[in-house]
C-alpha cells in the first residue's frame, strides 16, 4: 500500500502501477488515443508506434518538446506550426513558413509577435484576420489594408481601439453595428447614422432589432430621444430595461407586462407599484416577490400559492403563516420548511411523511431523530444525510447505498470506507463519480480497478482535462 499523497497531482505516479499502464497502452487503437496518453505518461514513448498525424504531434510538443527528435516535421501544416509556436518558439528554425496561412499568421502573432519578419503581410486577406490580430497586437496596424475590414470587424475592433476611428469607413456600419458599438463607445453617436438603427434592413431578425435597443439604452440611456418606443413591444425587455433605467417608465406600455414581468421588476423597483396589474401574478409571482417586498401582502391572492410557493416565502417571511392553507404544503416541502422554521412543527402531519422528508428535516434539524421512521430512509436519503449528520451512521442500513451514494458520501465523511463494499468502488471506477471522489479523497486510489478506466477518465483525475490538448489550439480560440 502506499501513502496518501498531498496532492491530488501526485496520483500520476504514485497509484498507478506499471501493469495499469501497460493496460492502458494496450487499449490504445489510435493515434488519438496514444497523444493523450503519451502527455499523461511520457515513459511509454518506446512502445508508440508513432504513426501520428501533424495535429497529434502539434499537440504533444505543445506539451512534451523533449520529443522533438522522434517528429516528422514534414507532417506539420500550417495549422499546426501555429499552433505549436504559440507555446513552443524555440522550433520556429524547423518551420517552413510557406505553409502559414493568413489564418495561421494571424493565431501566430497574437501570442508570439517577434515571428512578424517572417509574415507575408499580403496573405492576411480576411477581415477577421485583421480584426483578431489588432485587437492584440494594435502595433501592427502599419500592416494593415483597412479596406480589407468589414461593418462587423469594424464595430468589434473600435469596441476596444477606439483610436482607429481615422481609418473607419463609416458608411459600412450597419444598424446592428452601430447598437454594439454605441453601447461601447457612446463618443461616436455623432457619426451614427440613427436611421440603421430604426430600419429593418441590415438585422438577422426582428427579435434582434427590437433587443438591440433595449441593449443600447440599458447601457447608454442618453440615446433615447432617439427610440421609435413602438420597437420594444415585449413585456420582458420592458422589464429588464425598467430595472436598471426606471426613468424611462413613462415610454413604457404596461399592458405588454405579464405577472413574471411584474415580480422581477417590482423586486427591483418597488416603486413602480402604483402601474401594476396584480391579477397578472401567479402564486410562484407571488411567493418570489413577497419574500423580499412584504409591504405587497394586502395585494396578495393567497389562494393562488401551492404547497412549494408557501414553503419557499414562509422560510423568508414566517409572518404570514396565518395565511397559509397548510394542506398544501407536501413532504418534501415540509422537510425543507422544518428544517430552518422549525415553530411550525405543530402544523405537520408527521406519520404521513416520506423518506425524503426526514431526510430533508434531519439535515437541519438532527433533534427530531427520536421520530424518524428509519426505514422510510433510501440509499439515497443516506448518502445525503450522513454527509450532514455522521452521528447517525449506527442507523444506517449500509446494504442500501448504491455506488453513486457511496462516492457522495465518502467525499465528505472518508471515515466509512471500511462500510463500504469493495466492488462498489471498483463499479464506480467507470463512471464520473469516483472521479469527483479521488480528486477529494486521493487515498482510496487503491481501491480503484486502474486498468478499466478510459484514457480521458485518467486525464479528467490527474487534473489534466482530456480536452486540454486542444483547449489552447487557436482554431477554439474565437
Known sequence: MFDKPELVKDLELSQMTEQDWKLLSERCYSAYQWHILLQLRPQLADQCPWELDGGDWCSILRKWPEFADKCPWERLDGEDWSSLLQTQPQFADKCPWDKLSGLDWSRLLQDQPQFADQCKWELLDDAWDWRWLLEKQPQFAEKCNWKLLDSWAWSELLQIHPQFADKCNWKLLSGRDWSKLLEKQPQFADRCNWKKLLSRKDWFSEYERKSAWKDLLLCQPQ???KCNWKLLDEGKDWSELLQKQPQLADQCNWEMLSGSDWRDLLLCQPQLANKCNWKLLSGSDWSGLLQTQPQFADKCSWELLSGSDWSELLIEQPKFADRCDWEKIGDDCW????????????????????????????????????????????????????????????????????????????????????????????????????????????????????????????ARLLGRDWKSTYENHPFFKY
Open 223 to 225: 440615446f433615447a430621444d
Open 335 to 458: 422537510g425543507l420548511l422544518l428544517s430552518q422554521q422549525l415553530q411550525f412543527a405543530d402544523k405537520c402531519d408527521w406519520d404521513k411523511m416520506v423518506g425524503s422528508f426526514w431526510r430533508n428535516l434531519l439535515c437541519g434539524q438532527p433533534q427530531f431523530a427520536d421520530r424518524c421512521p428509519w426505514e422510510k430512509l433510501n440509499g439515497r436519503d443516506w448518502g445525503i444525510l450522513l454527509q450532514k449528520q455522521p452521528q447517525f451512521a449506527d442507523r444506517c442500513p449500509w446494504e442500501k447505498l448504491h455506488s453513486f451514494d457511496w462516492c457522495d458520501l465518502l467525499r465528505d465523511q472518508p471515515q466509512f470506507i471500511d462500510k463500504c463494499p469493495l466492488k462498489k468502488l471498483e463499479l464506480s471506477a467507470r463512471y464520473p463519480d469516483i472521479l469527483e471522489l479521488l480528486k477529494k479523497q486521493p487515498q482510496f486510489a487503491v481501491r480503484i480497478d486502474w486498468g478499466a478506466l478510459h484514457i480521458r477518465d485518467i
